[in-house]
């Protein structure tokens, strides 16, 4: 226990903001799990400034489990911190710092798991990957997916231990994110009507936006199992203009769906871009739709290898479903590997001021990651 909260203060000392470098963190993690014996691999990431890493202890073969885990976290500006949010500071069984729960408190447990993992006769292989650039649309996992998926790379299961109050998760939501780039036409602003105004177009977008939430709301595949139990749309950035006198000739909004597996992401998709060409032809500007981001949902059966295993290591069979996304569904969709989320915590204090894992939910997570090496005797 005290190893794990060792390595958690390490952890969080690093700054790994999504976006930005990891190659400090990944370095001395690198260095951390050389000492228990792991054959380390520095995988694809974006760039040459974020990496990923992958760690195998025990020996070759496909039966083998996953731990996973990402190592970036969103920023502190802005936010009224109590103490420094890249120090670990300890308040009454509280352990506050940036990452504390989401998720470097996971991946300090799976440093101890290695260390575990090191003085037992393994038969199967214990995988450890970490990600990077998770926070900003489970972007930087994707190289590494993609370099293990060349290699036929296999497993039996894998567990991705986001925050979840070790409550097993067999599903979470996929998102689309998109961009909506409108042009229309400038003009002077006392004779409006010689231009097409950008803006209005965008607002219009809005209704259209808005439009297919309230749809997906009424009409759409609906999972009773989750927190809003069907799909959501919204806009959540828009620009335009650059001047109050000044007909806008372009606009830009940002908007995203979020949907439970087995909804037609691109049916939705291609039902907004439908009404987009209808809005630019009464109005008589251009709309442009493009693509930011996309991950899968992810719906793992209730008999699937990896419940049975998070079961058996002590996962509450309390099962749930997160309309957050995370990078498990990823791991289904590239690697066909049974993958469920279950991890130490609570998702609800992540991305706030004062983020904290307790020493308590930092034991049990250990005690759960403990039972899951032994099942590899």
């Given at each position: 226990m005290t190893d794990t909260i060792d390595t958690l203060a390490k952890l969080v000392s690093f700054p790994t903001l999504a976006t930005g470098p990891n190659l400090d963190l990944m370095g001395w993690l690198q260095t951390r799990l050389t000492a228990t014996g792991a054959r380390l691999r520095v995988m694809p990431g974006t760039d040459a400034q974020r990496i990923n890493l992958w760690a195998m202890l025990g020996p070759e073969g496909p039966g083998g489990i996953v731990l996973s885990a990402h190592a970036d976290v969103v920023p502190v500006a802005g936010q009224a911190w109590s103490?420094?949010?890249?120090?670990?500071?300890?308040?009454?069984?509280?352990?506050?710092?940036?990452?504390?729960?989401?998720?470097?408190?996971?991946?300090?447990?799976?440093?101890?798991?290695?260390?575990?993992a090191r003085r037992l006769p393994l038969t199967r292989p214990l995988h450890l990957l970490v990600s990077h650039d998770e926070e900003i649309g489970c972007v930087g996992v994707r190289p590494m997916l993609r370099a293990l998926a060349d290699e036929r790379f296999q497993a039996a299961a894998c567990i991705v231990g986001e925050p979840t109050d070790l409550v097993i998760a067999t599903g979470h939501k996929g998102k689309l994110a998109a961009r909506i780039a409108v042009r229309g036409r400038a003009a002077h602003s006392a004779n409006p009507g010689l231009g097409v105004n950008a803006i209005g177009i965008a607002a219009a977008m809005v209704?259209?936006?808005?439009?297919?939430?309230?749809?997906?709301?009424?009409?759409?595949?609906?999972?009773?199992?989750?927190?809003?139990?069907h799909g959501t749309a919204q806009v959540g950035t828009i620009q335009g203009g650059t001047a109050l006198n000044i007909v806008p000739a372009e606009a830009e909004l940002a908007f995203e769906i979020r949907f439970p597996a087995g909804e037609d992401h691109a049916a939705l998709l291609e039902r907004l871009r439908a009404r987009a060409v209808l809005v630019a032809a009464a109005?008589?500007?251009?709309?442009?739709i493009t693509v930011t981001n996309l991950y899968p949902g992810l719906a793992e059966p209730e008999d699937s290898p990896a419940v049975t295993l998070a079961a058996a290591a002590g996962g509450r069979r309390a099962f749930t479903k997160l309309d957050f996304g995370t990078e498990a569904g990823l791991f289904?969709?590239?690697?066909?590997?049974?993958?469920?989320?279950?991890?130490?915590?609570?998702?609800?204090?992540?991305?706030?001021?004062?983020?904290?894992i307790t020493r308590d939910e930092l034991a049990a997570g250990d005690a759960f990651l403990g039972r899951v090496v032994e099942s590899l005797v």
């Open positions: 103490s420094d949010p890249f120090a670990l500071t300890e308040r009454e069984g509280r352990l506050y710092a940036r990452g504390a729960v989401d998720m470097k408190g996971f991946l300090a447990g799976m440093v101890t798991a290695a260390e575990k209704a259209e936006v808005e439009g297919l939430a309230a749809w997906l709301a009424a009409e759409g595949v609906r999972d009773a199992a989750y927190a809003v139990p109005r008589g500007g251009e709309i442009e289904r969709e590239m690697l066909g590997l049974p993958s469920v989320v279950c991890g130490p915590g609570s998702i609800s204090r992540a991305h706030k001021p004062d983020e904290f």
